[in-house]
């Protein structure tokens, strides 16, 4: 099909019908309402369901009534709209079923502002409401990206019953790009043999996420983990640049992956070995990869939209091993090429050592300019 010029947050929203969507339920909230407000218009037109609900908290046990029956359905929302839902996103996991949700970030914490900012990587990838659980978290980095993830989670929550992200910094939400959607999938309605979607002959279904017997419960959590593990071994993804004899690894994902590999094509062009690594899978997180360049590289530098969430998984993966430098904009600041081009070269004329926590010295330098 050929490109056209679309928005992320329609283009997300018409990949989700395109890939099936049978239900959405939301609630409008800077800067992902587009969302919204384009399937208001699609799911009604094509006899689908779609509820603006009272409320955050409404619209995500909407979600979850709705992926039950087995119908592929979604729910987006920006980061507070997220914590509203953590209790029910928390009852989906529990229970075991698909469920999709977007979530276009914005600047925090608190109410904060409406400027893109990826500070719900914690919120995301440490499951977002209570108990233990994992969902699958996907980032993209471009309108494009955000097409073909959005795409990629109804058929990856279907695979493993199992809830997935895609988390999107406003940038991706409200920037417009050429991109090619994909072709219009039929509405099948597939016979799970989990669904409660009416009794019929066969034995009644019951779906909870509720053990009261404590031994019930732990076989649950047991049988989720063995779940994520199967995940873990074949669902991570991400994108290498320039890394075959990078000595500087830049790790980004989302926008600030974006803007970091035009801080590396510079540092190329100066004569500077650096590469970047583009976690597309936030969780499961690529740490074999991380873990194998960091016996290549001298050091590695990671750059977030935030104060250093994704910085903790790369520490995890490096385990010590070399020097990790960090660059943050927190707040709803999107960092320039320059800036993170100046710190690579930074990092090239200065000893680096290995230290506890890179955050302190990045705080010191910010807050000196």
């Known amino acids: 099909m050929p490109k056209e010029l679309i928005k992320g947050n329609v ?10 969507l049978e239900a959405y339920f939301g609630y409008p909230i800077t800067p992902q309402t587009e969302v919204l407000e384009h399937l208001a218009r699609r799911m009604p037109e094509l006899g689908r369901a779609f509820v603006q609900a009272e409320s955050e908290v409404a619209a995500i046990n909407m979600v979850y009534g709705a992926a039950c029956t087995g119908v ?5 929302s920006s980061s507070p709209g997220v914590s509203l839902m953590g209790e029910g996103l928390s009852y989906i996991a529990g229970t075991e079923i698909p469920a999709v949700l977007i979530n ?17 990587y914690y919120q995301a990838t440490r499951g977002g409401g209570h108990g233990d659980y994992h969902p699958i978290v996907l980032a993209p980095s471009s309108v494009q990206e955000a097409i073909d993830l959005t795409v990629l989670s109804f058929d990856l929550a279907e695979k493993y019953r199992n809830l997935v992200f895609v988390l999107a910094d406003g940038s991706v939400g409200q920037m417009m790009e050429p991109a090619e959607l994909p072709e219009m999938r ?11 979607n009416g009794k019929g002959s066969r034995e009644r279904r019951v779906l909870s996420s509720i053990y009261i017997n404590p031994h019930e419960e732990e076989i649950a959590n047991f049988r989720m983990q063995k779940t994520w593990q199967n995940i873990q071994a074949n669902e991570v993804r991400y994108r290498e640049y320039f890394l075959d004899d990078a000595e500087i690894v830049v790790v980004g994902f989302g926008t600030a992956g974006r803007v970091a590999l035009s801080a590396v094509r510079s540092a190329r062009q100066a004569g500077i070995k650096a590469g970047l690594l583009r976690p597309v899978s936030l969780s499961p997180f690529p740490f074999a990869v991380l873990d194998e360049l960091a016996g290549k590289a001298s050091s590695f530098l990671v750059v977030e939209m935030n104060q250093g969430q994704m910085l903790t998984d790369v520490q995890l993966a490096v385990k010590g091993r070399i020097p990790i430098e960090f660059y943050g904009r927190p707040g709803g600041i999107v960092p320039f090429p320059e800036e993170i081009f100046k710190e690579i070269k930074r990092m090239i004329s200065n000893k680096l050592s290995v230290v506890f926590d890179p955050r302190v010295a990045w705080l010191e330098r910010m807050t000196k300019k």
Do not use: C, F, H, T
């Not at 592929?72 to 987006?76: A, G, H, L, P």
């Not at 276009?104 to 719900?120: C, E, H, K």
């Open 186 to 196: 039929p509405v099948i309605r597939k016979e799970w043999d989990w669904a409660v």
């Open 11 to 20: 283009a997300m929203a018409e990949a989700a019908v395109r890939a099936g």
């Open 72 to 76: 592929r359905v979604m729910s987006s």
């Open 104 to 120: 276009v970030m914005r600047g925090g914490p608190g109410l904060g502002n409406i400027a893109p900012a990826q500070s719900d």
